[in-house]
């Protein structure tokens, strides 16, 4: 079919992806009806930078280089695949922290090179909205896009083609997740802790503002500092079990236990007015571009509030809802692979020269640092 790994016949794709502090490699095979994904392994970095509350971009590329090759190794043994059985590589080459993805890139081109295989280099938003494919969505769709570094609505035209159709003015939905973590006193990594903690309260306790930016664009910074504000005025709310707390082993049981459950409570309303956001336009966008199908991608699509809302919102409009597995949201390699079926790859030996990119020109998409 048209697009299978351009033309190339490529088959069985090894993928590698390191634009963050997640080191992934996945097997994957592009056949004419669909992409399998043959393995795929994340080696999470966590505990090397949960000491630092954020993602230290040096620690991150120097455990890159640790983690890669017994990652990849897995990822073979996974598949039940030697290297002589891969037909091409692919890799993330951008955007992301710039020195996490030269290792990626750097081990891709070895790896191509000294196998005389052709290489596909893949956008990392790209990967992250072609996780929808895992489930078969068909272009055309509007996907929301919702990541550490990027909020984007966006109406996939054909393949892994897009048009931006919004994105947020000020900070990425999981930076939101993850600075209200921080307010909260949550450890790192901040999103999935809220998540948690959401889970057991009332998301409409507190009524956080909801900034709606012209047309289909987003903004978090002011629900961030409305957060900060109502800790200022309610303190101890940040308390009970939590590092910032202090004082837990003073207060008296039921005042411990209604401490948590008005944390929660917090955490709810929080997440709540994130969650409205990007579901309420996200519909919209739909609605207005006249598509039937809507698809969610990168690691905010984790959040079970999200994944039930944006679920709902669709199916009471009915259109058809695509939410990938958690696995294939948060940042992994079969995502690349599942991207990489659209694009051309490069012939043996022209990829030596390819570079990575920090950001995506036009977007305002940098990676978020410390
Ligand atoms: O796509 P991703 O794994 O890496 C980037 O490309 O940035 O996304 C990471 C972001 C972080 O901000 C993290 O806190 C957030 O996704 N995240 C979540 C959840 N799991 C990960 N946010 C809310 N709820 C979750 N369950
Ligand atoms: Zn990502």
Redesign the pocket.
Known sequence: MEGVGGGLGLSLLLCIET??D?TSAAVVELAAEATTIRSSIVSSQHEFHAAFGGVVPEVASRRHTELLVPTVDDALAGAGAVWGDLDGVAVTTGP?LIGALLVGLAAAKAIAYARRLPLTPVD?LQG?LAAAYALGVEAPFVCLTA????TLLAVVERGVEFRVVGRTLDD?A??A??KG?RLLGLPY????E??LLAAGGDPACVAFPRSLPRDFDFSFSGLKTALLYYLRDHEGVVAADSPRGGGAARLKPERATERAARRASVAASYQEAIVDQLVSKTVRCAEQEGLRRVAVG???A???R?RRRLTDACEHRGLEVFVPPVAL???NAAMVGLAARYLEPIAWPRYLSLDAYAAEPGLGAS??RR
């Open positions: 634009s963050c997640d992301g990392h992250h990541s550490g570094g990027h990425a999981g930076e997740f993850d973590a990594p901040g999103g999935r809220l998540d990168g690691g905010v984790a959040n079970s999200l949201c948060t940042d990676r978020r």
